[in-house]
T-cell receptor, first 112, second 115 residues
């Protein structure tokens, strides 16, 4: 059983479209992170959310942590081909815990 | 500055052989992590070092897997009697210290293929 479920698994869109990807769990997380991974590279941290209901913006990316700290979403406005990659959510079940639990990821393909 | 480096970038071996995968963390980072990423999956935690000692090895799948970090910098992941199911990308990450507040920086990974 996957602790963090990500949906959709794959998303193919045209440049300029908006999209939302989701990360859901039945467990409460102390904090949740979103990463982007490109082929042949390791994941790169985009954002960390720690407070229930928290919203963070990073240029065209908006991240939200659910009120109950069990889920999160990533919204991209006006997607660009450079946004293409695997988007991974990862969380920590215990406050202060070092190790991360990852979801399977959403593969995003943005075509020109 | 240099990021996390991993060698080799690719390793092909035969079933039953022994392999070693190396990770060079960012200089000064005391915490080091190993993850395994199978095709179509997210990274799966294997082991976490704080300094020279393994602070959490709960993710190692069985006793064929072992990792060391003798001087608190470079780490080696060792896999004995490799099996086809061990084929995956092995990722290493380091952070300034352990704990939730410190960002983990990932290397590019070693792609292991067991024939």
């Amino acid at each position: 059983t996957q602790l963090l479920e990500q949906s959709p698994q794959f998303l193919s869109i045209q440049e300029g479209e908006n999209l939302t990807v989701y990360c859901n769990s039945s467990s409460v997380f102390s904090s949740l992170q979103w990463y982007r991974q490109e082929p042949g590279e390791g994941p790169v941290l985009l954002v960390t959310v720690v407070t229930g209901g928290e919203v963070k913006k990073l240029k065209r990316l908006t991240f939200q942590f659910g009120d109950a700290r069990k889920d999160s979403s990533l919204h991209i406005t006006a997607a660009q081909p450079g946004d293409t990659g695997l988007y991974l959510c990862a969380g920590r079940l215990v406050a202060g815990y070092s190790t991360l639990t990852f979801g399977k990821g959403t593969m995003l393909l943005v075509s020109p | 500055g240099a990021g996390v480096s991993q060698t080799p970038s690719n390793k092909v071996t035969e079933k039953g052989k022994y392999v070693e995968l190396r990770c060079d963390p960012i200089s000064g980072h005391t915490a080091l992590y190993w993850y395994r990423q199978s095709l179509g999956q997210g990274p799966e935690f294997l082991i976490y070092f704080q300094g020279t000692g393994a602070a959490d090895d709960s993710g190692l799948p069985n006793d064929r897997f072992f990792a060391v970090r003798p001087e608190g910098s470079v780490s080696t992941l060792k896999i004995q009697r490799t099996e086809r199911g061990d084929s995956a990308v092995y990722l290493c990450a380091s952070s300034l210290a352990g704990g939730e507040a410190n960002e983990q920086f990932f290397g590019p990974g070693t792609r292991l293929t067991v024939l």
